[in-house]
């Protein structure tokens, strides 16, 4: 990447804590989805780009359980907002929220390490946001969401921080 995409992108990830930081407040049904989609299209863009970038088989087989679960979250997220006929943004404004989220990524051999380590992070901070939510949220559907995206989430932090030890 070029400097002033580098930039952007650590301007980005340092959103993202902020975002997921402030999410331990109990947020609308609304604002959650809005949050947790956001946080699945910068997760699904980003292991797209280490997908493409990467030579690790393992990296790559990573990435394609990250784009799936995400998809299928994101596609659930939606039906969601429908079924409760929710005030949701529009998709433009949450590929906008999303591009601010993607973490920074490296070029040449740090790029796969890079990689790793923000997704441990990026997991670290949606399971938790997840936690909260299940916790506090008194919308059944959400609450099943939560419960149910939970044990996919952790599944991909423990898969992540096995990447970033073996690299």
């Keep these: 990447m070029n400097r002033m995409a580098t930039r952007l992108c650590s301007c980005g990830f340092a959103a993202l804590l902020g ?3 402030s999410s331990a407040f109990a947020q609308t049904p609304a604002e959650f989805i809005n949050d947790a989609s956001a946080q699945g299209i910068a997760d699904i863009e980003a292991s797209r780009l280490a997908h ?3 030579e690790s088989k393992e990296i790559k087989d ?3 359980v990250v ?4 998809t299928t979250a994101n596609q659930h997220l939606a039906k969601i907002a429908r079924q409760l006929d929710l005030p949701v943004a529009p ?3 949450v590929v906008d929220k999303a591009k601010a989220l993607m973490p ?3 070029e040449g051999a740090n ?3 890079a990689y790793a380590a923000s997704q441990v992070k990026m997991n670290e901070q949606a399971i938790e946001q997840l936690e909260q939510t299940a916790q506090t949220t008194d919308v ?3 609450k099943a969401f939560a419960e149910e995206t939970l044990p996919k989430l952790q599944n991909h932090l423990q898969m992540a921080k096995a990447l970033q030890a073996s690299l």
């Design 19 to 21: 975002l997921c930081a």
């Design 52 to 54: 493409q970038k990467t």
């Design 62 to 64: 990573y990435t394609i």
């Design 67 to 70: 784009i799936n679960d995400r």
């Design 91 to 93: 998709r433009e404004e």
């Design 104 to 106: 920074e990524v490296m």
């Design 111 to 113: 790029f796969d390490e």
């Design 140 to 142: 059944p559907q959400i």
